[in-house]
Structures are given as structure tokens and as C-alpha cells.
């Protein structure tokens, strides 16, 4: 699925959402989030690629694959964060939508860590004394 049907499925999908929520506001959360699964699923394979195209480039590169994996997650974590949480918002859930993306920042700084602490160590052997 490339732009054009993502584009052209999001102005069908909210021209529906636009008529359903004043008639069967529940049938437009529903539709909201099956439009939202069926984006991601075909996307799938689009980030498939993107960590195929990583993987080679860390192996070429040879670079400690851990830290891109980390990265990878930490991008994972924000994606899906942010996905569920417009799920949330267009279910009329600001307060839910706020708590998923504190938790998605909690986990980001988690899996952060390893690589924070592995540039401190970096800084501390390159400084004198």
C-alpha cells in the first residue's frame, strides 16, 4: 500500500467517520481503529525493509548490532505508542491517550539506557587522568 490508497482510503474512511458518528458514534470508533489496524498491517512490510536495509548496513558497518536493535526498539515503542494513542483520542480518551504516551516515554528512557551508558563509559576512557 503506498500514499495514494493510504490517502485515498483516509478520506473514504473519514467522509464514513464524519456521517457514522452522528448516527452510531460506537460504529466510528470501531471503523477508526480497523482503518488503523489495516494501515499498519500493510506498513508491516514497509518497516520490515527499513530493518532489513539496518541490519545489512550494521554488518557492513560492523557495528555491535545490539545498539541498533536498541534503536529499532526505541523506534518500535514510539510508533506503537503514538498509534495507540490516536486510537485512544479518536475514541474521545485524551486521558488514556496521555497515560499511553507517558508509558511509551518511560520505556523509550529504559531502553535508552544501555547506549547512555555506553557513550559515558566512551567519554570517560577518552578524557585524561
Known amino acids: 500500500m503506498e500514499i495514494p490508497?493510504?490517502?485515498?482510503?483516509?478520506l473514504l474512511t473519514t467522509i464514513l467517520l464524519l456521517i457514522l458518528r452522528q448516527e452510531k458514534p460506537v460504529m466510528a470508533v470501531i471503523l477508526?481503529?480497523?482503518?488503523?489496524i489495516v494501515v499498519f498491517i500493510f506498513m508491516m512490510e514497509k518497516m520490515a525493509s527499513i530493518i532489513e536495509v539496518m541490519?545489512?548496513?550494521?554488518h557492513r558497518a560492523q557495528i555491535n548490532y545490539f545498539f541498533m536493535a536498541t534503536i529499532l526498539k526505541i523506534?518500535?515503542?514510539?510508533y506503537l505508542?503514538?498509534?495507540?494513542?490516536?486510537?485512544?483520542?479518536?475514541?474521545?480518551?485524551?486521558?488514556?491517550?496521555?497515560?499511553?504516551e507517558f508509558a511509551a516515554k518511560?520505556?523509550?528512557a529504559v531502553l535508552?539506557?544501555?547506549i547512555m551508558i555506553?557513550?559515558?563509559?566512551?567519554?570517560?576512557?577518552?578524557m585524561p587522568g
Open 112 to 114: 535508552s539506557l544501555p
Open 81 to 100: 505508542g503514538e498509534f495507540a494513542a490516536a486510537i485512544c483520542q479518536d475514541a474521545g480518551e485524551q486521558a488514556v491517550a496521555r497515560k499511553v
Open 55 to 58: 541490519q545489512e548496513l550494521t
Open 75 to 78: 523506534l518500535g515503542v514510539a
Open 106 to 108: 518511560i520505556i523509550i
Open 32 to 36: 477508526s481503529i480497523v482503518f488503523s
Open 5 to 10: 490508497q493510504v490517502v485515498g482510503l483516509a
Open 118 to 126: 555506553a557513550i559515558l563509559e566512551s567519554m570517560m576512557e577518552l
